[in-house]
């Protein structure tokens, strides 16, 4: 296939309205993800040369749903990282976790960053999950970041006597006067650090919007709305997904 898109986001939607029209419980569209879906489309993505996968698997919106399905979907994220875990290592497969997991429970944060040190040298594809993700959450969290970086900075500038060389107002209180946020200091304080922009999203399950997937980075992504739901993603669709990619013509603006 011509013209394979490097990174391809995916905005998992659909799983109840898939549950409901099979009679299942809305947990069975999720667990129908989970266990027959991603990783037949991981390992096709990566046959096909896609080096970066992006699966929003909770957003930071999600958090309003009914209790017990917020309780399911933990419980179905510690099993599986338990489960396949192992498997990722042993394909190869690398993975990357974007989004604010501090609000996750110790147990599940702990098997996340276990995971992704294991995986960290891995070279087949990278799979990212997005988890308590928003776009507006990652780039405040950033600017939080640089600010941070700025007040230490300028800290020890003072504290190693240097501030008024180094062009910090002693009576502004820690301000470095020339000090200016550049397009590549702010992408490297975001969670995608060191991943390119995703060159496709796709949303299952006919909506047509991102509701802040990579907010930052979808400047110049494609995008492809299915009207099939999550569950039916198949490594067929992934193809077809990428051969409307591939017709595409990208101008950046130019
Ligand atoms: C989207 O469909 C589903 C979610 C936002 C929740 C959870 C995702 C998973 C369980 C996928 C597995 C991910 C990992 C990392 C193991 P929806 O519930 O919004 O469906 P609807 O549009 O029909 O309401």
């Known amino acids: 296939m011509n013209n394979v898109p490097q990174h391809i986001g995916v905005i998992m939607d659909g799983n109840r309205r898939w549950a409901k029209a099979h ?11 989970v266990d027959d879906v991603l990783e037949p489309l991981i390992e096709h993505a ?11 698997a909770w957003s930071t919106e999600n ?9 399911g979907i933990m419980r179905l994220f510690k099993k599986n990282l338990r489960k396949r875990g192992n498997r990722l290592q042993e394909k190869g497969i690398r993975v990357r976790i974007i989004g604010d997991i501090a609000t996750f429970d110790p147990e599940l ?25 928003g776009g507006r959450d990652e780039i405040i969290r950033a600017m939080n970041k640089a ?23 002693e009576d502004k209180d820690i301000v470095a006067e ?38 930052w980075q979808s400047e ?11 569950p039916e993603f198949t490594p067929e669709r992934l193809d077809e997904s990428m051969e409307e990619y591939a017709k595409r013509k990208r101008r950046y603006g130019g």
């Open 63 to 71: 958090w309003k749903r009914d209790r017990r399905e917020v309780q």
């Open 220 to 230: 110049y992504s494609e995008f492809y709305f299915p009207k099939w739901f999550m």
């Open 46 to 56: 990566a046959k096909r040369g896609v080096k970066y996968l992006t699966f929003w």
């Open 23 to 33: 009679g299942l419980s809305i947990l069975a569209g999720h667990r129908k993800v």
């Open 178 to 215: 020339d000090w200016r946020l550049t397009t590549d200091d702010f992408v490297n304080l975001l969670d995608t650090s060191g991943i390119p922009d995703p060159d496709l999203i796709v949303r299952t399950g006919g909506e047509e919007r991102l509701s802040g997937f990579l907010l």
């Open 109 to 133: 944060q702990k098997l996340l960053c276990e995971l992704v040190e294991k995986t960290k040298h891995n070279t087949v594809i990278t799979v990212v999950f997005a988890l308590n993700y």
């Open 147 to 169: 600010i941070s970086y700025q007040l230490l900075a300028s800290l020890e500038h003072r504290r190693s006597g240097s501030a008024i060389r180094q062009g910090i107002r």
